[in-house]
T-cell receptor, first 116, second 115 residues
Framework: GAGVSQSPSNKVTEKGKDVELRCDPISGHTALYWYRQSLGQGLEFLIY????????KSGLPSDRFSAERTGGSVSTLTIQRTQQEDSAVYLC??????????????FGPGTRLLVL | AQKITQTQPGMFVQEKEAVTLDCTYDTSDQSYGLFWYKQPSSGEMIFLIYQGSYDEQNATEGRYSLNFQKARKSANLVISASQLGDSAMYFCAMREGGSQGNLIFGKGTKLSVKP
């Protein structure tokens, strides 16, 4: 089926505004991951969902960040009161099940967030 | 300490030649997986190859192979017969068996293929 999709592809916002980023995983994939990639850097893990549950939220950089997943499918990452340091590419990935350490994660095209 | 180290910020290779991208890792887990991803300028992360910690044979996928040296904790990516389309960022990543499943990424190597 289709790959991981993310929307919007680009988002420009003003400092202090809230933004919502959406991820639609590959059909049948129960595990969903959010990562952040700052300019010229590797990927930083934010949060992981197994089904609708996020067992560990410690990767979120501050309490302005939150995420939810409904119906075991679509996930939304929300950033409240955005700051300029939140500017980055936000990548979503999904995999069939997290049980095996060999399970491949497939990435979406990312959302490029710019906070002015 | 960094868990994934890629020491080559940038690499050049002549078209049709082979190139090795270095990756070393640090983990105390016995069970782990190592992955390589390619990120072209368009930004998407493309899965290339996987090696499990218990795999005795080096992984191969077409022109990609992974030179896995467990005792040295290295997982170098070898690209044979480089093509212009191989120009991209390459990221090494690890998933530890005891983790919640997230990948730990290195900082990447930018590969440029010269015609």
């Amino acid at each position: 089926g289709a790959g991981v999709s993310q929307s919007p592809s680009n988002k420009v916002t003003e400092k202090g505004k809230d933004v919502e980023l959406r991820c639609d995983p590959i059909s049948g994939h129960t595990a969903l991951y959010w990562y952040r990639q700052s300019l010229g850097q590797g990927l930083e893990f934010l949060i992981y969902f197994q089904g609708n549950s996020a067992p560990d939220k410690s990767g979120l950089p501050s309490d302005r960040f939150s995420a939810e997943r409904t119906g075991g499918s679509v996930s939304t990452l929300t950033i409240q009161r955005t700051q300029q340091e939140d500017s980055a590419v936000y990548l979503c990935a999904s995999s069939r099940a997290p049980g095996s350490f060999g399970e491949t994660q497939y990435f979406g095209p990312g959302t490029r967030l710019l906070v002015l | 300490a960094q868990k994934i180290t890629q020491t080559q910020p940038g690499m050049f290779v002549q078209e049709k030649e082979a190139v090795t991208l270095d990756c070393t890792y640090d983990t105390s887990d016995q069970s782990y997986g190592l992955f390589w991803y390619k990120q072209p300028s368009s930004g998407e992360m493309i899965f290339l190859i996987y090696q499990g910690s218990y795999d005795e044979q080096n992984a191969t996928e077409g022109r990609y192979s992974l030179n896995f040296q467990k005792a040295r904790k290295s997982a170098n990516l070898v690209i044979s017969a480089s093509q212009l389309g191989d120009s991209a960022m390459y990221f090494c990543a690890m998933r530890e068996g005891g983790s919640q499943g997230n990948l730990i990424f290195g900082k990447g190597t930018k590969l440029s293929v010269k015609p």
